[in-house]
């Protein structure tokens, strides 16, 4: 949907009557760099956003929040617990279960209660997850307490998280274009695709190997099968809407039980190792002896608590610009300075309990805001402008709230009792890997990168007259802005695989000077606005001082297909 400068005029709307924020309007310049008045962005943020807080929960009264809830418990939950075990094997069992849900729990019940944008999923991330393994690898041997140099390493960030937001830097956020964030979100697409695969390469016997595969490859064609059909014009709209509203959890639960039917329940499987109800994998105590570590340990955990910050500061900002990208109706005002103070206290609060450090979730935060808009059918006209017999589905308006993502963390938080941690020990790493391969399918397929190598590969006659990059005259300009992304996707996945994977957050902040500077260098204006843009829509901007020099708004890329 092409987005405009301000909420759009929508009187089926449920939030037309709210206040807005007048349409256009920007804050006042920056200024110079050495004339940053403190904890501007933070004051602009909760005064724009204060008057849509009972709002936020009043419009909750929708049936969209019912159906986005239930996808979001089991799209957030069950890739953390997959996550935990890689964490388990990986830092000495210091993080399990218990501690990836109780992170969960922790970001969503603050960021749905207290954040300016409550529709930012938070929770345990494929990244967070390299970064936990990789330090442990580290200090591993050195005798230093892993779980209380974790500990000070979230405390740190704690301060330069707050230094980051009182100082205003996600003004910063107004060079981020679609560059970066397609590389990054191609990145932790392929995070979720790697960690399937490895789910099933760890099985031992062969049976429960090729039950495994075949289980993981039935959930996801059929999880995958039922979000098309729910997209599609067969059957009637009633199971239409549920088959995409409950297509994915139902195929979940049904594939845990049917593993064991007939000869297959006599194969003995891998599945999610459990613990007892509230009570840390580890058996410490939650509260983590930070204290007891020298200073020099404690002054050693610096430098790992900036590439954190750094890690954090793109990763949840870029959440959180995906989950607000011009593709959805959005009529409530962004918050970016006071999201990043908050995510500062969830990482310290995260540290100091030993739990891992939760962020802004990709993809399942645009999948969120996808999973509460409402959709209604438009026909379709070809180039002429006439009737071509057929219709697509356009989002008339997103039910912008916070009971859902409050919801589906106290739904996890109740996971932590003992009758629904023996539910998860049920399931097979073999449907876990199966929901890895849907997650990472999607994010895929809604990623710009694939947007531009299926044109690329597309015969030209059947390509639409209007899609945006035939206006590009060379083609090759096309080819070699793909291959600039592929390129810095394939560099950020390999130095992930490597033991200076630690230092990868600096690397994918890099990506934003690169565009800035490098590109432009490279390919015409012209065709820099045709193949790369704003990632959110100028409404959404406002609040950071608005799109970048030369930004235009448009049609996203990665919707036209």
Same mark, same amino acid.
């Given at each position: 949907?092409? !987005? ?8 089926? =709307? ?16 920056q200024g110079p760099w050495w ?18 807080y009972g709002s936020d929960w ?9 159906? %986005? ?39 969503? /019940? $603050?960021?749905?209660?207290? *954040? ?5 999923? $938070? ?14 690898? +580290? ?37 981020? #274009? ?7 979100? @191609? ?25 495994? /595969? ?5 959930? @996801? ?17 009633? &199971?239409? /809407? ?45 509260? &983590? ?6 200073v020099g340990d404690i002054f050693? %955990? ?17 959440? =959180? ?19 990043? @103070?908050?995510?500062? +206290? ?18 399942? %935060? ?7 808009? $409402? #959709? ?18 356009? !989002?008339?308006? $997103? ?77 090759? !300009? /096309?080819?070699?802005? !793909?291959? *600039? ?20 957050? &600096? ?28 990632? %959110? ?25």
């Amino acid at each position: 949907m092409a !987005a405009t400068n301000g909420p759009p005029d929508d009187p089926v =709307s449920p939030t037309a009557h709210e206040p807005r924020a007048p349409a256009g309007e920007r804050p006042p310049s920056q200024g110079p760099w050495w004339k940053i008045r403190l904890f501007r962005g933070i004051i602009n943020d909760l005064r724009r956003r204060a008057p849509y807080y009972g709002s936020d929960w009043l419009d909750a009264w929708d049936y969209r929040v019912v159906p %986005a809830t239930v996808y979001m418990y089991f799209a957030n939950i069950l890739p953390a617990l997959a996550f935990s075990l890689d964490m388990f094997q990986k830092t000495g069992s210091n993080y399990g279960v218990n501690e990836v849900l109780l992170a969960s729990v922790l970001g969503s /019940v $603050v960021f749905s209660l207290f *954040a300016a944008q409550p529709l930012v999923i $938070v929770g345990v991330t494929g990244p967070i997850t390299v970064f936990n393994y990789t330090v442990y690898g +580290i200090v591993e041997g050195t005798g230093v307490n892993y779980i209380g140099f974790m500990a000070w390493i979230g405390i740190w960030s704690l301060v330069l998280h707050w230094i980051l937001a009182v100082t205003n830097s996600c003004n910063w956020l107004r060079w981020v #274009t679609r560059f970066p964030c397609d590389i990054f979100g @191609f990145y932790v697409a392929f995070i979720y695709l790697q960690k399937g695969i490895q789910l099933l390469a760890r099985l031992g016997s062969a049976s429960a190997f090729y039950l495994s /595969v075949t289980t993981a490859l039935l959930v @996801f064609m059929t999880a995958y099968a039922c979000g098309r059909l729910g997209a599609s014009s067969l059957f009637r709209n009633p &199971v239409r /809407v549920f088959l995409k509203d409950y297509g994915t959890p139902l195929t979940l639960i049904f594939f845990t039980g049917f593993v064991h039917f007939g000869r297959m329940q006599g194969v003995q499987l891998e599945r999610l190792p459990t613990g007892a109800a509230f009570v840390p994998t580890s058996g410490r105590q939650w509260l &983590v002896n930070f204290w007891d570590l020298s200073v020099g340990d404690i002054f050693t %955990a610096l430098p790992f608590a900036v590439l954190l910050t750094v890690l954090f500061w793109f990763d949840h900002n870029v959440s =959180s610009l995906i989950a607000q990208g011009s593709e959805f109706p959005l009529r409530k005002p962004a918050g970016f300075h006071w999201d990043i @103070f908050l995510l500062g +206290i969830t990482t310290g609060v995260a540290g100091i309990l030993g739990l891992p450090f939760p962020n802004g979730l990709i993809p399942q %935060a645009p999948f969120h805001t996808q999973s509460l808009c $409402v #959709t209604k059918p438009v026909e379709e006209l070809d180039d002429k402008g006439e009737d071509k017999s057929g219709y697509t589905f356009r !989002a008339t308006h $997103v039910v912008e709230q916070r009971v859902s993502n409050l919801a589906q963390g106290l739904m996890t938080l109740g996971t932590m009792t003992g009758p629904l941690l023996a539910v998860l020990h049920l399931i097979p790493q073999g449907v876990l890997a199966g929901l890895f391969f849907v997650m990472g399918v999607h994010a895929l397929e809604a990623n710009g990168i694939t947007a531009k190598l299926i044109f690329l590969c597309r015969d030209k006659s059947l390509t639409p007259a209007n899609h945006p990059l035939r206006a590009i005259k060379r083609r090759s !300009a /096309v080819w070699l802005f !793909a291959a *600039a992304e592929l390129l810095g996707f394939g560099a950020t996945f390999a130095i992930t695989q490597t033991v200076a994977a630690v230092g990868f957050p &600096v690397f994918i902040l890099a990506l934003i000077p690169i565009r800035a500077v490098l590109l432009p260098r490279i390919f015409h204006r012209d065709e820099l606005a045709l193949l790369d843009g704003p990632t %959110a829509s100028a409404f959404t901007m406002e609040g950071i001082g608005g799109m970048g020099r030369g930004e235009q708004q448009r049609q996203p890329l990665w919707r036209t297909r």
